[in-house]
């Protein structure tokens, strides 16, 4: 398969996440789970053990591959499952997912960004490249902060020098702060939501 039509089904697949999204958000209002704390428990309950597991993985899937956007599977995450829960599903599946970028553009090297990343963004991060030093220290405080698109700088990197080493301590330790970050605006942005639409 070549990088357009590479592109042009990463693009097909985004679209199709998004509309799944917008259907399951109007599923939940019309049966509750989403507007009833509740009928949600009872919803959580219900899929037992399996539940925080799909959702983990669909956690790995979303950095590796962009279909979704990171954020809104977040809220989803602690919507579903509680701050606690929901905290430790997003934050173990996109840590376990930004490694898997990170080996994959390693393997394939830059020829791999433009199958996934606009060339836009790919030139406006690139130039933290030029220096080895630069790019670490830059590359750590984007994960720490919730600024930039995680997932494109997990694979940049794996096309840098960084050390798998230094990828992973800089992924596990800053992830949480960002995540945390993601996790308590959104939610409090849900709940004003709520507030409006019951």
């Not at 590479?6 to 109007?26: D, P």
């Not at 995450?77 to 599946?93: D, E, P, R, S």
């Not at 800089?170 to 996790?183: A, E, N």
Request: aromatic fraction near 16%; charged fraction near 10%.
């Amino acid at each position: 398969m070549t990088g357009k039509r590479l592109q042009a089904c990463i693009r097909i697949i985004s679209i199709l996440s998004f509309a799944v999204c917008i259907v399951l958000s109007i599923w939940g209002y019309h049966t509750g789970v989403l507007t009833s704390q509740q009928k949600m428990e009872q919803f959580v309950i219900g899929m037992g053990l399996l539940g925080p597991v799909l959702f983990t993985i669909l956690q790995i899937v979303q950095v590796v591959i962009p279909i979704i956007p990171g954020g809104i599977s977040c809220l989803v995450g602690v919507i579903l499952f509680g701050t606690v829960k929901g905290f430790a599903c997003n934050y173990i599946g996109i840590c376990i997912g930004s490694m898997i970028a990170f080996y994959v553009a390693r393997y394939f090297g830059r020829p791999m960004l433009p199958v996934l990343f606009k060339q836009k963004t790919i030139e406006k991060y690139d130039r933290w490249t030029r220096n080895k030093g630069y790019f670490d220290k830059m590359f750590a405080a984007a994960i720490f902060f919730p600024v930039a698109p995680d997932d494109f700088l997990c694979y940049l990197a794996g096309t840098t020098t960084m050390s798998g080493r230094k990828f992973s301590a800089i992924i596990w330790l800053c992830k949480p702060f960002s995540i945390f970050l993601y996790s308590l605006f959104l939610s409090t942005a849900w709940q004003r939501v709520l507030t409006w639409i019951v």
